[in-house]
């Protein structure tokens, strides 16, 4: 199924407080069965009706009320296969929004003021067919004293802790408590830099963040290792994956102030779908997509954005099995 392109607003804070695909799906699932089956009392007006002093006398007296068919709620309507594919839909559009503008989100609009974290790469290998990158983890805005969890959210996952009991040195450099009851001693040497090394796809982004215990003080980063990126006269598109094999893809675009008679869109299999909203005034567009088409499994989806002074184009491979790291 293919769903149209999403274009991405919203307040910070948000992808910090985000779940799991399955977890959204599962919630927004309930809340619409349950939007389904309730059904409102039958409204009374302020003047007794006979019926309704009837059953009050009996009431009164200790005997059973009488029961009207009037008075019964209506019969709960059930949906028909039409209507329920409507409605996962809608949960999928929903769902598809959430995470698209919560790792839209992800960094410095989710950072608390005055936190920032950065993520410094000192390093990259070749294991088999991997390149593993080591980054080394520096924050600012933090006391030395204040212990700090280290999240990471990876793709088709919710946000997961990764260790606790980090500090911030003095020259901003993230490093393991010297307490023996955190578990970043289990990882790193206590009084040693915390540092991550990962391995991940072309466009696929490392989101990381540092909080306080009572997650009131934040800092987020993200940093796209192997962008897939593409450039014209000032203009600039770029595809970073929201999912594995791209079921969710996040369009993300720069260089567009002022920008008169914009056009974008993207293309897979002849099935053509613009992108709603206008850049804003800083020339930014952020866009979420699902290149699925049906009737295939895989392809390849075209990306363009058309100004009088730039047009930017790239194109992405998804699909089944399509996640291959660098």
Known sequence: MRFSSVLLAGGAMLSLCTASFAQTASDSASTAQNAQTTTAAPATSGTPSATQTGTQSNANTGSMPSLHLQDLPADPHTLTPEEKAQQEAEMQRVRIQQV???MNKWGPEDSTPGN?????EIGRTKAG???QITYQLQATGFTPDTKLSLLRWPLNSGIVPVMDGV?????GVATCDQAVTSSCTKLVKPGAPV???VSVAKGEAVRLALSTLDKKRIAAAAVVPFPLR??????????IRGAKDDEL??????????????NAGSESFGEKHAFDGKPTPDGHIAVAITPWVHGHDA???VIYAQTPTCSPTLSFHWGKDTYKVE
């Open 100 to 102: 698209a503008m919560a």
């Open 116 to 120: 920032v974290l950065t993520l410094k």
């Open 129 to 131: 067919d991997a390149t």
């Open 167 to 171: 500090v911030i040195q003095a020259s």
């Open 195 to 197: 540092e991550i090394t």
């Open 230 to 239: 593409a450039e014209d006269h000032g203009c600039s598109l770029e595809v």
């Open 249 to 262: 893809v996040l369009i993300k675009g720069e260089g567009f102030k002022n920008a008169t008679d914009f």
């Open 299 to 301: 392809g390849d989806t």
